[in-house]
Every structure is written in structure tokens, then in C-alpha cells.
């Protein structure tokens, strides 16, 4: 068998259009409904792992973005455990190997916990990471699923849905792709980033809190998302940007909606998330169809999803209304043109206070985990970069 080396992947961040939040099983990670998701492209924000295993290693090790972390995470050491038993299954590398400790390094170029699925991006990467490492095949949603459910859905690129499943076991809850990512070319996203620091509630803390005390979240899941889910799916296949961007707010709405039903209250959303969705539509309502949809995760930042044809206009509105004093407001995708608009002059709400939002990416659809060249772990199996 070849030996043993370094191998680095990088995997996608995904925004769903119908949320998933709420577990029916804890432990194995099982939604109580089925979600869908907008893959996206990997050039402008991703996670990036690299894994090495060595027979010298006196102990498993673990960085995540520059800083040495405790290994302990039961996710994690979950993860890792069940690609090692697949692999002694199917004899994918030598029996000695997996008694070797492992050396796992990871990256986010975006910001952790701050609602913008660094968790799915990173568990996605790490089980894709781990799963060519040890030579194993098999359903790697499944094996993602079980670090952090949205990460089922960064598996793949394009267009995700995520089934939740009836099985007690889990062994169909798993996520399949609708369509890949060349399928709908014009998609684009912005993501407004309002903030970047840690959320006050967890998702995990916040998904226990609904599922115990949300009579709305029962409704959401038995009534709404079935026929909510069916009709994105459609939507998707059918390029209906008007019936995708409805669907997508509507679903938006409905998910912060029940984390103000729980009690506690889940709070992520701010003023300035909330002026986001009034622009929105007022924006719409001037064109006189829907150009833009919004979705917010869990935390403040939204992601906005359009048509190429609309960006220049849309992000000449969001410079105008959200005025920065950063050079480098808007980032991602190559440079956008400016237009001098009527729009401007007469659109209804006026310009916000200065730096409410930080900064702008642009990004559109993008493919699923691949394998990179260039390592975060040197050839002894330490990073190349440590932060104190």
C-alpha cells in the first residue's frame, strides 16, 4: 500500500433556504425536517483541513485556525472513530495505521460561530479529509452529519436537500444533491456581514430549547416544511427565481419566528438585520417583482441571494444605504461596476449610521470538497502556522 502522507481538502460553506433547526435524536444528529441549501463556491469562503498520521505521534492533536484545541470533542472523536471502523471493514489501508495517533489542522477564511455555517464548512472538510486519508468509500453525509448536522449538506455542491428520515438509527437521514452547481449559472449571493462575533445562544443550546418548548416549531415542521421543501425543490429544478425567493424569505421569517416562541427566547437577529429585510422588500416592491430574497442563519448576518444581472444595481443600493469606512467594504467575486440609478434619489428609507455593517461578500454557487496541494501541516505533521 502507498504510504502514508499528508492529504488537505477544502470544503464549502452553505446557506440554507429552508432551515434546519430542531433534533428529534441528539446524540446521532437527526432533524426533525428536511432542509435545503445553496452550495457556495469555495474560492471566496471555505474551511481547509489537513490530516497526518504517524507512528511516532505520542498523542491526537488538534488546530483550528492557528490555535491549539483539546481533541476531546465528542463529535469529533466520534467522526474519527467511525472512519476508522469503516476502514478496518473494508481493509482500506494497513491495520497498523489506525493505531497511529492522527495530527488534524483546520482553517475557516471566514468567521467561526457567527452564523455563517463555519461548523458545517469545517466537519464537511474534516470527514472528507479523513475519509481519503484512511482510502475509505462510503455515504460521507451520513459520516458529516454526525460532527454537526448542516455539514451533511456541504458534502456536495450546488443545490442540497438534506432528508431527514424516519429510521431510529439514522441510516436515512442523509443528504443527496438536486442539482449540481453549473445548473443555475445567474445565481448569485451577497452576504452582509453585521457581525462576526461569537452568538450569545448556540445553535445546539437553541435547537434543544425549541424542540422542548415551541409549539410553533411543531406546526413548522408536521405542516410547513414538507410543502415548503417540495415546492423549493421544484423551483430550483425550474429556475423560478420568483417562487425560490419567496420560498426562501418566507421560510427565513419562519425559523426567526420560532426562536422567539422558545423560551428563552432565541435572539440572533438586530436592528440592523431587520432594516436589511425592510430594504429588501421595499426594493422589490419599486422593481415591481421579486429580485432579491434574504435568509438569515442563526446570528445577525444576512445572505442575500439575486440574479447576476441584478448585483451592480443591488450592491450600488447597499453602498448608498450602509456607508462604510473600510476600502474593502465589498469582497469575493471580481469587481463590480457601480450604477449611477434614479433608484437612489427616490428609494424610501435613507442611509443608515456609518460601519453598521462591516463588510460585503460576494460569492455564487460552488462545487462540493476537493483536494488541495498545499498543506497546513509541514512533513512532520505540526502546523505550519501557530498563533500564542
Given at each position: 500500500m502507498d504510504p502514508i502522507n499528508?492529504?488537505?481538502?477544502?470544503?464549502?460553506?452553505?446557506?440554507?433556504?429552508i432551515k434546519y433547526w430542531g433534533k428529534r435524536d441528539e446524540k446521532l444528529i437527526l432533524p426533525i425536517n428536511d432542509s435545503v441549501s445553496v452550495t457556495l463556491d469555495t474560492s471566496i469562503m471555505c474551511a481547509k483541513t489537513t490530516v497526518c498520521s504517524r507512528p511516532d505521534f505520542s498523542e491526537n492533536q488538534l488546530w483550528l485556525n492557528g490555535i491549539k484545541t483539546s481533541f476531546s470533542n465528542p463529535r469529533?472523536?466520534?467522526?474519527?472513530?467511525?472512519?476508522k471502523h469503516i476502514a478496518a471493514d473494508q481493509q482500506s489501508v494497513d491495520p497498523a495505521v489506525l493505531s497511529w495517533k492522527i495530527h488534524i489542522c483546520s482553517e475557516n477564511n471566514f468567521p467561526t460561530a457567527a452564523g455563517l455555517a463555519s461548523s458545517a464548512a469545517?466537519?464537511?472538510?474534516?470527514?472528507?479529509?479523513l475519509a481519503k486519508y484512511y482510502k475509505i468509500k462510503t455515504d460521507l453525509s451520513i459520516l458529516a452529519r454526525?460532527?454537526?448536522?448542516?455539514?451533511?449538506?456541504?458534502?456536495?455542491?450546488?443545490f442540497v436537500r438534506w432528508h431527514a428520515g424516519v429510521n431510529s438509527d439514522g441510516s436515512d437521514s442523509r443528504a443527496t444533491q438536486i442539482a449540481d452547481s453549473s445548473h443555475w449559472p445567474e445565481m448569485r449571493a451577497l452576504v452582509l456581514v453585521v457581525s462576526d462575533n461569537k452568538k450569545h445562544t448556540s445553535s445546539t443550546i437553541g435547537m434543544m430549547n425549541s424542540v422542548k418548548t415551541s409549539d410553533l416549531l411543531k406546526y413548522r415542521a408536521q405542516y410547513s416544511?414538507?410543502?415548503?421543501?417540495?415546492?423549493m425543490c421544484e423551483a430550483i429544478l425550474k429556475k423560478d427565481f420568483a417562487?425560490?425567493?419567496?420560498l426562501t424569505m418566507k421560510d427565513s421569517n419562519q425559523f426567526h419566528a420560532v426562536c422567539l416562541d422558545t423560551y428563552p427566547p432565541c435572539v440572533y437577529m438586530t436592528d440592523v438585520s431587520h432594516k436589511v429585510i425592510e430594504i429588501v422588500h421595499a426594493y422589490n416592491d419599486m422593481c415591481g417583482e421579486i429580485k432579491v430574497a434574504y435568509t438569515f442563519d442563526a446570528g445577525p448576518n444576512a445572505c442575500l441571494y439575486l440574479l447576476q444581472p441584478d448585483v451592480a444595481r443591488v450592491l450600488t443600493l447597499i453602498k448608498h444605504l450602509f456607508p462604510s469606512s473600510s476600502p474593502d467594504f465589498v469582497t469575493g467575486l471580481g469587481?463590480?461596476?457601480?450604477?449611477?440609478?434614479?433608484?437612489?434619489?427616490s428609494f424610501p428609507i435613507q442611509p443608515q449610521t456609518k460601519d453598521v455593517i462591516k463588510y460585503v461578500i460576494h460569492t455564487k454557487v460552488g462545487k462540493g470538497p476537493e483536494v488541495e496541494t498545499s498543506h497546513l501541516l509541514n512533513e512532520d505533521g505540526y502546523p505550519l502556522n501557530v498563533r500564542q
Open positions: 499528508r492529504i488537505t481538502v477544502i470544503a464549502p460553506v452553505n446557506i440554507a433556504v469529533l472523536l466520534n467522526c474519527l472513530e467511525k472512519i469545517g466537519y464537511a472538510c474534516l470527514v472528507t479529509a454526525i460532527g454537526s448536522g448542516s455539514a451533511c449538506r456541504s458534502v456536495f455542491g450546488g416544511v414538507p410543502k415548503r421543501t417540495d415546492k417562487k425560490f425567493a419567496e469587481d463590480i461596476e457601480e450604477t449611477e440609478t434614479e433608484l437612489l434619489k
